[in-house]
């Protein structure tokens, strides 16, 4: 924080870091008010740590294509609380860290107007392909991969 100048967010839409407690709380200090999300890189570590080894490419899958960029606040909210509650059965706990923790993950999606987060995102300029044909491992941004949780 040392080199930013305090206090003064003015041209900063948002904070991404870990989870780690002392930085958010230097950053509620000196930056109030400015939006904070958690890192999603190190949000899957977290989540493929919680779920059994034969569930991390499904895992990976589900919370990947609800943080895509083309996704509204409202799917991506939608999205996470039907993986919430597929996970509920088979895996319980893991389904309680998501509906928790989650959610600090997804600020992009709500700060500033439509499709501002594309900016924030690194967005490349919008292309006419759809992502299967430029060879994207997401899927689609309207359709969630519908994981067969089954047995965990």
Not at 49 to 78: C, F, H, M, S, Y
Not at 113 to 125: I, K, N, V
Request: proline share 11%; net charge negative.
């Amino acid at each position: 924080m040392a080199g930013l100048p305090s206090g003064d967010s003015r041209g900063v839409g948002m904070f991404t870091s870990d989870a780690h407690p002392g930085i958010r709380a230097a950053l509620k200090a000196h930056y109030p008010g400015t939006p904070w999300q958690r890192c999603q890189y190190h949000f899957l570590g977290n989540a493929l740590d919680k779920v059994p080894k034969k569930r991390e490419d499904q895992t990976q899958a589900a919370l990947q294509g609800i943080w895509q960029k083309e996704n509204t606040a409202e799917q991506a909210n939608a999205w996470l609380e039907e993986l919430i509650n597929e996970l509920s059965g088979p895996l319980p706990e893991v389904a309680d860290w998501l509906s928790e923790e989650a959610p600090q993950t997804l600020t992009v999606h709500h700060t500033g107007p439509p499709g501002a987060h594309d900016q924030r995102r690194g967005a490349a300029p919008p292309r006419a392909e759809t992502p299967q044909q430029s060879g994207a491992a997401f899927p689609q941004p309207r359709k969630l991969p519908t994981p067969v949780w089954g047995d965990a």
